[in-house]
C-alpha cells in the first residue's frame, strides 16, 4: 500500500471518528440517555466550569456565600491542584465539586484509556484538596464520545438545561436578565468562573459575577430556591 493509499485511510478513519462524536454527542443530549441535564425537583442549580481560578473564584465564593446560595462547581485538576485552598473552601462552603478534566480537553480527543486517566487524576485532587469523592463529571463543552458514558460510569455525568454564553464579555451585558427569565422548575444553569480557555474572553468572569449578584439580589428577594445539582450535603449523603 502506497503512501497515497494510507493517507486516504487515515483521513477516512478520522472523518468517521469525527461523525461518530457528533452523533453520540447530539443522541446522548436529545434522548437525556444516561445524563443530567434537568433536575427532578423544583430550583435552579447553578453549576460553574473551568475554574478554579485565584481572582474570579474566590470572588465567586465570597458571592455566594453572602447570598447564602449553594451551587456546584465543575472543576479542572490542574487548576484544582494549583489552588486546592479554594476547593477546600467550595466543599466548606456547602457547595458540590465536581470533575471537569484534569485537563480542559475535549473529550472527542480522548481516547477511552486517557480518558479515564482524565477522570482519576482530577478525581485524586479533588478528594485531597477537599476531602471528599466527587460524584459528578461534566466533559469539556458537553461534549461526548460513544464511550464516554461507559468510561465515566461512577460518576453522574451532568448537561445543562441553560448555557448563556457568559465565556464573552459581550454576552454579560444582558446576563442578569436572562438569567431572571430562567424557571425554578429544575433548570441546571452553566456558567463560568475561568476565562483562559481557548475562546473565551480572559475578563469575562468578573462581568459575569457582577450580573449575577444583581441577579441573585433579585431572585432571592422574589424567593427563588437554589439548590446543587444532586441534593446531597456536602459530604455525598
Not at 502506497?2 to 443522541?27: E, P, Y
Not at 484509556?113 to 482530577?122: G, K, P
Not at 459528578?136 to 461507559?150: E, H, Q, V
Not at 422574589?222 to 445539582?229: A, Q
Request: aromatic share 8%; with cysteine; charged share 25%.
Amino acid at each position: 500500500m502506497n503512501a497515497k493509499h494510507i493517507a486516504a485511510g487515515l483521513a477516512a478513519a478520522a472523518s468517521a471518528a469525527a461523525a461518530g462524536n457528533l452523533l453520540a454527542t447530539a443522541g446522548i443530549r436529545m434522548t437525556g440517555a444516561g445524563i443530567t441535564k434537568k433536575l427532578g425537583r423544583r430550583g435552579i442549580a447553578l453549576t460553574f466550569d473551568d475554574g478554579p481560578h485565584p481572582l474570579y473564584t474566590a470572588r465567586l465564593l465570597d458571592l455566594l456565600e453572602e447570598s447564602g446560595v449553594r451551587a456546584t462547581f465543575f472543576v479542572v485538576g490542574e487548576k484544582a491542584e494549583a489552588y486546592p485552598w479554594l476547593v477546600r473552601r467550595m466543599h466548606e462552603d456547602g457547595h458540590e465539586v465536581g470533575i471537569h478534566h484534569y485537563k480542559h480537553v475535549s473529550t472527542w480527543r480522548l481516547t477511552p484509556h486517557r480518558l479515564r486517566e482524565e477522570l482519576e487524576a482530577t478525581d485524586r485532587v479533588i478528594r485531597m484538596s477537599a476531602g471528599v469523592k466527587p460524584l459528578l463529571y461534566r466533559p469539556p463543552w458537553g461534549r461526548l464520545s460513544p464511550f464516554t458514558l461507559a468510561v465515566a460510569k461512577d460518576y453522574e455525568t451532568v448537561i445543562w438545561s441553560h448555557i448563556l454564553g457568559d465565556w464573552k464579555i459581550q454576552n454579560c451585558f444582558d446576563l442578569s436578565k436572562r438569567l431572571e427569565a430562567i424557571p425554578a422548575d429544575g433548570s441546571i444553569v452553566v456558567l463560568h468562573d475561568d476565562g483562559s480557555n481557548p475562546g473565551a474572553d480572559e475578563a469575562a468572569p468578573a462581568f459575569m459575577i457582577g450580573e449575577l449578584e444583581k441577579y441573585l439580589d433579585s431572585a432571592l428577594r422574589k424567593g427563588t430556591p437554589f439548590v446543587t445539582v444532586s441534593g446531597r450535603d456536602p459530604d455525598g449523603h
